[in-house]
């Protein structure tokens, strides 16, 4: 089990960034899939992008596939979500999640596959 904490976000206009990060407690931190999800006011969950226990494996939803880049320092127990161009609709809490590599097949996309998650960090896009 792994004890996450989201920090970073906050209010920025519609074509700015912002780098959300999340820290992990523990010394397995490493031994991780982590991943990103968030969640609008009214809607599902929705995975937004995930990285493998190295870092050499992302993988993206196709909504921000060439805007977000997700990254992992595994000397910090800390993963990123940097997020650039944003839209309106990528307002919403986002949360990380982490799934440990010895119970994991394929890379995990759904919200279904995690088992920690943190509290979120708001990220509000105004037009």
């Known amino acids: 089990q792994v004890q996450l904490v989201e920090s970073g976000g906050g209010l920025v206009q519609a074509g700015g960034s912002l780098r959300v990060s999340c820290a992990a407690s523990?010394?397995?931190?490493?031994?991780?899939?982590m991943g990103w999800f968030r969640q609008a006011p009214g809607k599902e969950r929705e995975f937004v992008a995930v990285i493998s226990p190295s870092g050499a494996t992302t993988n993206y939803a196709d909504s921000v596939k060439g805007r977000f880049t997700i990254s992992r320092d595994n000397a910090k127990n800390t993963v990123y979500l940097q997020m650039t161009s944003l839209k309106p609709e990528d307002t919403a809490v986002y949360y990380c999640?982490?799934?440990?590599?010895?119970?994991?097949?394929?890379?995990?996309?759904?919200?279904?596959?995690?088992?920690?998650w943190g509290q979120g960090t708001q990220v509000t896009v105004s037009s």
């Open positions: 523990g010394r397995t931190f490493s031994s991780y899939y």
């Open positions: 999640a982490a799934r440990p590599r010895a119970r994991t097949v394929v890379v995990p996309t759904t919200r279904y596959e995690y088992d920690d």
